[in-house]
């Protein structure tokens, strides 16, 4: 395992002094479904928005196990997953894109705005007929002059009720299949460019995620991140990051659980003694441990492994699945059930459902397509 330097403890102890304050009052955001607007203050304030940007347009300049490091500290320091979901959503959706694959005037006009979280982001790749198929989409882009014009509609777009920049994924050559995605960072008030009403979804309901239409919304070509025809390149690195940082985030609170877990079987009486004395109780906070430690070895391993540019299909399926999996069990043994079992529900799904990663290990072993 990583051994961690006294700068990435420092870091990690720095801006986790914030993480509780992030969590207060979050039944009521979760019952209001709203986006925790006062939180967000407060995210902003921390610096860590800031962690994984260069300091040349305001970030802290550190690399992704560090800002993992960092989130996984999150996740057991901020009690609302809805916050959490919507830091590493707004961190990685556009941050990690624009700063990757966006031009030098790109990055100066708004990675200044997406790492002081006084833009907020987010990214459009589901439509109501493709979800797991992302690359199946239907909403096309045409060139025309110095813009391209975009078309269709986008499904369960997370942060996008309150969402400044969008990264829209769209066909500019359709018969050209994942060759002909190109994506896009599209501002607010483009003309052409709707939002639905907030939705309600799987997961937490704070913060609601929504539709969003576009029709003929001309955005221009300067506006492209990477090449034209390279969308699945930029989906791809993004994806790997979000899986990366969300699921990082999620064995924060997998420990946050496990810890409340274990103070509460070694003090609750149960017939005259702490309930953990009892096998059947043990073996499940055990159970609790092994999917917890399994999960961050998965994840860290494959992050380093990603950073040292080796691929990382399978690794990244693997993570994904059995994080996936240890979250939803860790969250069945908690106190506060119905609220950890719908956080937990919605990292089984976002960022590639866990049914589908058995699809991408069958392909890395020659059997069957790729999801
Ligand atoms: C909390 C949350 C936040 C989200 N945020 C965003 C966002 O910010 N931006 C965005 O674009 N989207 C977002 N999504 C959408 C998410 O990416 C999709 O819901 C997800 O990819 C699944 O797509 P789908 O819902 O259309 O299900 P479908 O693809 O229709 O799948 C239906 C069922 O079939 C199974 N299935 C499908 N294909 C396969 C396969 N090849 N092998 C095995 N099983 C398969 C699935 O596992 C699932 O059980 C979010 C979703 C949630 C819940």
């Not at 940007?53 to 009690?79: A, H, I, N």
């Not at 777009?157 to 018969?175: F, I, R, S």
């Not at 070509?221 to 699945?232: F, Q, Y």
């Not at 994806?239 to 496990?258: D, K, P």
Request: aromatic share 8%; glycine share 12%; hydrophobic share 40%.
């Amino acid at each position: 395992m990583i051994a961690w330097s006294k700068d990435d403890e420092r870091l990690r102890e720095g801006i986790g002094q914030w993480f509780g304050k992030f969590g207060e009052d979050f039944s009521r955001y979760d019952r209001e479904a709203a986006f925790p607007r006062e939180p967000w203050l407060a995210v902003m304030e921390s610096g860590l928005l800031r962690l994984p940007f260069d300091e040349k347009w305001g970030g802290l300049g550190q690399s992704l196990l560090t800002t993992m490091y960092v989130l996984e500290e999150l996740g057991r320091g901020c009690p609302d997953s809805a916050v959490n979901f919507a830091i590493t959503t707004h961190m990685v959706s556009t941050g990690i894109a624009l700063q990757r694959f966006g031009s030098t005037a790109l990055k100066d006009t708004y990675l200044p705005r997406i790492s002081a979280g006084t833009a907020i982001g987010a990214h459009a790749v589901t439509e109501p007929d493709s979800g797991s198929d992302a690359l199946g989409m239907r909403t096309t882009a045409t060139a025309d002059g110095d813009c391209y014009r975009l078309s269709g509609s986008k499904a369960f777009v997370g942060n996008g009720p309150v969402a400044d920049l969008v990264v829209v994924y769209a066909k500019t050559e359709p018969p050209a299949g994942p060759l002909g995605v190109t994506a896009f960072l599209v501002e607010r008030d483009t003309p052409g460019l709707t939002f639905g009403s907030p939705t309600g979804r799987t997961g937490p309901k704070s913060p609601p995620l929504c539709s969003l239409f576009l029709d003929d919304c001309r955005v221009p070509k300067t506006h492209i991140l990477g090449r034209v025809g390279a969308g699945s390149l930029v989906l791809d690195h993004v994806l790997t990051w979000e899986t990366l940082c969300c699921f990082i985030v999620s064995t924060g609170e997998m420990r946050r659980r496990l810890d409340r877990c274990v103070e509460y079987a070694g003090e609750g009486s149960a017939f005259g003694r702490p309930s953990g004395g009892f096998h059947a109780v043990a073996h499940r906070i055990v159970d609790m441990k092994i999917g917890l430690e399994t999960s961050r070895k998965w994840l860290y391993d494959t992050a380093e492994k990603f950073t040292a540019g080796r691929k990382v299909t399978a690794d990244l399926a693997i993570a994904q699945f059995v994080a996936g999996r240890a979250a939803l069990d860790s969250a069945l043994a908690e106190y506060g059930l119905e609220q950890e079992l719908r956080g937990a529900l919605a990292v089984t799904i976002h960022s590639g459902t866990t049914e589908t990663q058995y699809s991408r290990i069958a392909a890395t072993l020659g059997l069957g397509r790729a999801a």
